[in-house]
């Protein structure tokens, strides 16, 4: 978030020049300022960049390697032949849902007696929950499939085994000292040496729908019903893996090349409805359009109603029954946005009535009685970022209620659960990973948690750690950007953890033009620069503020992600500012 925005002045960290970025990129043929990115990428070699650059769909881990694999294709193998009824059981973000339409589509294609089940997120909360175990159980299941879901479902797991239920668990998160009762775990991080620790819950899913396709397959290639199957299922776990913010390098940044071609084309009615719905039919689809225009679409049935219905968008073969799902999923995001601007306000005038921004405090806890429990994750995280400390929101069943729950979001640097975990005595449960967890709680007990939460993290949270730091990839004159040096960085696709949008700054910029206020409510700021090598136009997203500052000072230095203006037919280079800098 630009410093703008925020509260805390911003640390640019310039990466030093590297003597091997020239012959990189004389080696590859492109810009020195491609070639600078690479290196900074810790791409050192024309052979390892030009993997980068050029991902192959065969350089994917074949899926027979994944830990877990070999024993759950012979079970499902069997639940298929026997036509017991399978049913699949997965989270409520986009990571799960996309990961259980995979599994959903390539089951049901090979004549499996299969459902799926998606747990409600305020009612039932995150995870394998013994009642609906129960309930499957009770309903006939003979086999049950987690996915993002499950490593730690002991308890879960063990009433499973006494009703007589099989478990197959596919899951990413990190495990415990003790893993549940299974008839298989699939799980990248049980094998040290598996290569792909990061793999998100949607690409477990679908290394182990390929292999299950192998396992009925005749012969050395899928035949076209397999095949055509297994694309689709590289644009869902392209989805899964991009909205899960995983790692997107290695064999995740393949998977997300080949799934984002085929996004565009994808045969999925369900899928080009999202897209149709968002407006982006014709576009040329990226991983922000995922981030940050289709996924929070699919979430929004999560977060404001029952997850299940994105399924069935995914899963769905009606192009009339999909347009209708995909309209109201966009309606409930809308929803959703306000409801969250105005959990927003409402959180950022306690955290002024409560001193908690002041710069001595190292974290905050808020909580209220009228905040929806799907929305306050968010916020948490709008919270973090804009104080750059770790958040946690409760919202309180009701005022007469004796329990809360709560979402908790991090920074680089300082694992949220592991603070939870010190704090654990306060808490009915928890659970989550080093950036993001949840937590239930008994109201009254809230100030305690409180308190001793943000005693760890004063011991804990370095001064270095608490720095909000923009990491700028070279400082170069606005000569360095052309058209051709823009449209290569775009090579460097999909962006993401791991393979962050490049950030170049230029010092002592100059007005060329007075600047201007745009959006409905003048929050944005339009400007020319100049340092006398070459103008370029920018924008400023929430950097209205910062007009009188602009007209006040002669030079300034800029941050900024350079990007390729298209309109009427014709192209130019434009600046996102990321920070603005007086001396």
């Keep these: 978030m630009p410093s703008a925005a925020g509260t805390q002045k911003r640390k640019w960290v310039v990466q030093p020049e590297d003597q091997r970025a020239a012959k990189l990129a004389g080696d590859l043929r492109v810009s020195a300022l491609l070639g600078r990115v690479l290196v900074n990428r810790g791409l050192m070699d024309a052979q390892a960049a030009n993997a980068f650059l050029k991902p192959k769909l065969t350089d994917l881990i074949r899926p027979e390697m994944m830990p877990g694999v070999e024993k759950a294709v012979q079970r499902i193998t069997q639940a298929i032949k026997k036509a017991e009824k399978v049913t699949i059981y997965g989270d409520y973000d986009v990571d799960g849902i996309t990961g259980v339409a995979i599994l959903w589509q390539l089951l049901k294609l090979l004549g499996a007696n299969v459902d799926y089940y998606i747990p409600h997120r305020i009612d039932e909360g995150y995870g394998l929950n013994e009642q609906a175990v129960r309930t499957l159980a009770q309903a006939g299941t003979k086999l049950l499939i987690t996915v993002d879901c499950g490593t730690c479902a002991l308890a879960s797991c063990d009433v499973a085994a006494e009703l007589g239920l099989e478990v197959i668990i596919t899951d990413h998160h990190e495990p415990g000292e003790k893993l549940p009762t299974a008839a298989a775990i699939v799980h990248p991080a049980l094998e040290q040496a598996y290569p792909n620790h990061d793999s998100a819950g949607a690409m477990v899913a679908f290394k182990l729908a390929w292999a299950v396709a192998n396992e009925f397959n005749a012969g050395p290639k899928l035949e076209a019903g397999l095949r055509e199957c297994m694309l689709n299922a590289t644009v869902l776990a392209s989805m899964g893996t991009i909205a899960d913010v995983v790692d997107l390098r290695g064999e995740n940044r393949i998977l997300t090349t080949y799934g984002l071609k085929a996004l565009p084309e994808c045969k999925l009615c369900g899928v080009r409805a999202l897209i149709e719905s968002a407006r982006l039919t014709g576009c040329g689809l990226g991983s922000y359009h995922i981030g940050f225009r289709l996924a929070p679409m699919l979430n929004a049935a999560g977060r404001m109603g029952h997850a299940r219905l994105a399924v069935e968008l995914l899963t769905s073969q009606s192009e ?31 955290l002024d009535q409560q001193g908690l921004n002041h710069p001595d405090r190292k974290s905050v806890c808020l909580a209220s009685p009228h905040w929806h429990t799907g929305i306050i994750g968010i916020v948490a995280s709008r919270i973090a ?134 959006g409905a409510k003048g929050d944005h700021l339009q400007l020319a620069i100049t340092d006398n090598t070459a103008a370029v136009r920018c924008i400023g997203f929430r950097f209205g503020k910062l007009e009188k500052k602009l007209l006040e000072h002669e030079f300034f230095d800029v941050a900024y992600q350079p990007q390729l203006n298209e309109y009427n037919g014709s192209s130019s280079v434009e600046f996102v500012l990321e920070d603005i800098r007086f001396d």
């Excluded at 809308?334 to 601007?341: S, T």
């Excluded at 640097?413 to 010190?422: C, E, K, P």
């Design 320 to 350: 009339t029954q999909s347009a209708e799902i995909a309209e109201y999923l966009k309606q409930q995001n809308i929803r959703r946005q306000q409801r969250e601007r105005k959990i927003l306000e409402q959180a950022c005038r306690m």
């Design 385 to 518: 970022e804009k104080l750059h400390r770790p958040a946690i929101m409760f919202n309180i069943d009701s005022p007469a209620s004796p329990m809360a729950q709560g979402s908790a979001r991090s920074i680089p640097g300082f694992s949220i659960l592991d603070a939870i975990a010190a704090c654990s005595k306060h808490l009915t449960s928890f659970g989550g990973h080093k950036m993001a967890a949840g937590l239930t709680i008994e109201s009254e007990k809230i100030p305690h948690f409180a308190a001793d939460f943000e005693d760890y993290a004063a011991k804990n949270l370095n001064e270095d750690v608490l720095l909000n730091k923009l990491h700028i990839d070279a400082v170069v004159p606005l000569r360095g950007f052309n058209l051709e040096s823009v449209r290569e960085l775009q090579l460097l696709e999909p962006f993401g953890k791991g393979n962050p949008k490049p950030t170049f700054a230029t010092r002592a910029v100059r007005l060329a033009g007075p600047p201007r206020k745009v």
